[in-house]
């Protein structure tokens, strides 16, 4: 999973992701400190991995990871080229979803581009620059599509008369991803890469001293973010930083005094999880505990070709147990004498948390 961490200059983007990936990426109080795209790779925070090494003491464990891009902060007018938009537009076109940092706060120290933050008009700036740019796009493409139609072929027309439904829900500044697809137009989006089809997680950035209330300007971000069943979390950018520093346990601590559930990081990945359909499926053994990110929905072959290509091929079945039963009996031996070890064929669909063998031919 590559997600995109995206926003104005100066809203703490680059904070943020130098909490998430400690890569000591540049932060500075002017626009466009960051040019080249930062990149961090993260482990995603599963507790069910430390309860199974608590059975195996495994020689290693191998969590899941999210992989993080900083990237430059754009500007109105970038899909016109202002600012660094070409580049920032063309970094964004490489991942799976958007994680959209707005300031949430006031401070005198720390400039802002537009002079004052306002969450709804900062998030409404990047929004329309990405439905700009699909515009763009979507008008060459139906040229295109127009031209080859000129010969009949029912298809292709089929797709122009898409394309022009869709360049008209962009016209009255609608992202792709809201768009009423039917089941008769979804072969025609498989080559279109509109940026505003990207799902897209808001991180409202507040104060620290506002840890454990709902600030104004991030309850309107919530309230613009479920206009288009987009999510939002609510964190603390300068809090996260202040977090990475510590030992676990004492990072623990700081979170309980500020009466919050669990970090940033945690909330963003939960939900990018959420965001893009995700779950984990978990392999055991003495030698390796190991989580595997998978789409939901995902048969049991497919979820072994996730581990090697020849396990897909060769697939005869996998064994399952849930992981609560697993913890539960104490070992493998036990849940199957319980009869709670399922034989699972090529049909079966995975479950977050399911504590799987595979049996394959070479």
Known sequence: MKLGIVGLPNVGKSTLFNALTHAGAAVANYPFCTIDPN?????????????LNEIYHAKKIVPATIEFVDIAGLVEGASKGEG????????????????????????????????????????SIIQLELILSDIEYVERRIERVAKAAKSGDKTLLQEKAFLEKLLDHLANEHPARTYPLNDSEMPFTKELWLLSSKPVLYVANINETEIGTFPEQAKLLKVYAEQDNDKMVMIS????????????????????????????????????YQLLGLISFLTIGEDEIRAWTIKKGTKAPQAAGKIHSDFERGFIRAEVVKFEDLIAHGSIAAAREKGLVKSEGKEYIMQDGDCTLFRFNV
């Open 84 to 123: 660094l938009g070409n580049q920032f537009l063309a970094n964004i076109r490489e991942t799976d979803a958007i994680v959209h940092v707005v300031r949430c706060f006031s401070d005198p120290n720390v400039s802002h581009v537009a002079g004052e933050a306002d969450s709804v008009r900062d998030a």
């Open 39 to 51: 990149v961090g790779v993260v482990n995603v925070p599963d507790s069910r991995l430390s309860a």
């Open 237 to 272: 950018a300068k809090i996260e930083e202040e977090l990475q520093s510590l030992e676990p346990q004492e990072a623990a601590e700081f979170i309980e005094t500020l009466g919050i559930e669990q970090s940033g990081l945690n909330q963003i990945i939960s939900a990018s």
